[in-house]
């Protein structure tokens, strides 16, 4: 199963992997022996491992968003508007809006597609890099990084950062991302060139634009002029 992720997924993940290796503090979940056939995420209803249903991964998420205060009481028994398959409503919105072919966002929704093996075929990497670069995340940003305030020069020069990280890793479909600092250099370096670019062509317009405005001041070849009492054309 090909899993993608960045990295606050990667960290909880692992962090999840670890409490299930020691057992939770209450003794409810008792150390577990983690192996290639255990289940990614199991049902914490049951002391032997299982893999969690549809029903119950439902369940968690629907208490989660209710604890997070995005849910209130159910009115008069409708559906309510927040549910667990709006999350992935989510996630196809946000990689559309970024320039991601739709074939590579159903493949990583799970989707069967005509394009699936040909998709298959470039690798995890590639689409790893393609979701990496996308920049979603469940954890909140406390401090801006040095990409992070990069983008927002970016965007009031009228960019939008994320989908020129996106399209870029769409043209590299060999490229392996070793770590997170090998890959934030690289959008660093990416995202540098791309205000470079913006900066250079609006100096070009700029200069441009008072070249002309300098030409129709100074008298354009073909402006017709009155001649003043007492002076002279060039051929009189």
Not at 156 to 168: F, K, M, S, V, Y
Request: with cysteine.
């Amino acid at each position: 199963m090909d899993i993608l992720g960045n990295v606050s997924a990667r960290d909880y993940l692992r962090a999840y992997i670890e409490i299930r290796r020691k057992g939770s503090p209450t003794g409810r979940m008792p150390p577990e022996n983690i192996r290639d056939d255990s289940p990614l995420i199991r049902d914490d209803l049951y002391r032997q491992p299982k893999p969690i249903t549809t029903g119950r991964l439902h369940s968690v998420i629907h208490n989660l968003y209710i604890k997070a205060g995005l849910l209130t009481s159910n009115p008069l028994g409708r559906r309510y508007d927040l549910r667990a398959h709006s999350i992935r409503k989510f996630f196809r919105t946000q990689m559309a809006a970024l320039g991601v072919q739709t074939d590579y966002i159903e493949y990583m929704m799970g989707h069967t597609i005509s394009t699936y093996h040909d998709i298959k075929m470039k690798g995890i990497e590639y689409l790893r890099g393609i979701y990496m670069a996308s920049n979603l995340s469940i954890k909140p940003k406390t401090r801006l990084s040095k990409i992070d305030a990069l983008k927002e020069i970016i965007r009031a020069w009228g960019l939008n950062p994320d989908e020129i990280l996106t399209r870029d890793a769409l043209t590299r479909p060999n490229r392996t991302v070793i770590d997170n600092s090998q890959l934030e250099n690289h959008q660093l370096a990416q995202l540098t060139t791309a205000l470079r670019q913006q900066m250079l062509k609006e100096i070009r317009e700029n200069s441009s634009e008072k070249s002309i405005k300098s030409c129709l001041g100074s008298g354009s070849p073909g402006e017709i002029r009155t001649l003043v009492e007492g002076s002279r054309g060039p051929y009189a």
